[in-house]
């Protein structure tokens, strides 16, 4: 956070990134090499033993690379005044009746989550959210439309992608067709229903 005030998100993200490299580099260094495979060991199960570390270490610097892809491209959607649209949109949403205005916004982040990645938009939704000083209900609805919305296709979460690179490693392949098909029926069920719980819930409780 010390980084993020002083540098701002980009050089932040990056002299976190150098940092991390610098540490994982020195314990390679340090740490010493240890040998204790026999020479009559099976060649086929070393080959596997060596391809799934292997394997790991390339999800794992995706990774890595994929989230710092994400912090860049908040970092350019707030610079074209991504939140100031965000922020006008809730208040836009605010003064309509309670339940439409929380079906419209919570669907329109379920659906955007897909074009960006949820992990942007959650925090981009976060920043907006700390200024607009929206009802308790927009923000449910913001909230569930960011952890629902995802459901709808593979690029609405990091989660979802690092599950299908597991599942492919295991021989199981679900494209990106065949995921959307199912979500295009779950997700805007569970969206609804759960946005509709919420407006029940804040009518319940006045």
């Known amino acids: 956070r010390k980084l993020l005030v002083r540098y701002g998100a980009w050089s932040a993200t990056l002299l976190a990134a150098a940092a991390y490299l610098v540490a994982v580099c020195a314990v390679l260094v340090l740490m010493p090499t240890i040998d204790e495979t026999p020479s009559d060991f099976p060649a086929d199960v070393l080959y596997q033993f060596r391809l799934y570390p292997d394997g790991t270490q390339v999800v794992l610097w995706a990774t890595i690379a994929v989230v710092a892809g994400l912090f860049i491209l908040v970092d350019a ?6 939140l100031n649209f965000a922020h006008a949109a809730l208040t836009w949403a605010e003064r309509l ?4 205005g929380a079906l419209i916004i ?7 989550n897909n074009l960006v990645n949820n992990l942007p938009l959650g925090l981009m939704a976060g920043q907006t959210l700390k200024t607009a000083h929206a009802t308790r209900l927009i923000q449910s609805a913001v909230l569930i439309g960011v952890d629902l919305g995802p459901n709808l296709s593979v690029s609405g979460s990091l989660a979802t992608i690092l599950w299908l690179i597991a599942l492919r490693k295991e021989k199981l392949h679900v494209s990106y067709w065949t995921f959307f098909k199912g979500g295009a029926v779950v997700m805007p069920t569970a969206l609804f229903a759960a946005l509709c719980g919420a407006a029940a819930m804040q009518w319940a409780a006045r």
């Open 106 to 112: 919570g669907f329109v982040v379920g659906v955007t």
């Open 77 to 82: 959607i707030e610079s074209v005044g991504a």
């Open 97 to 100: 009746a309670a339940l439409p």
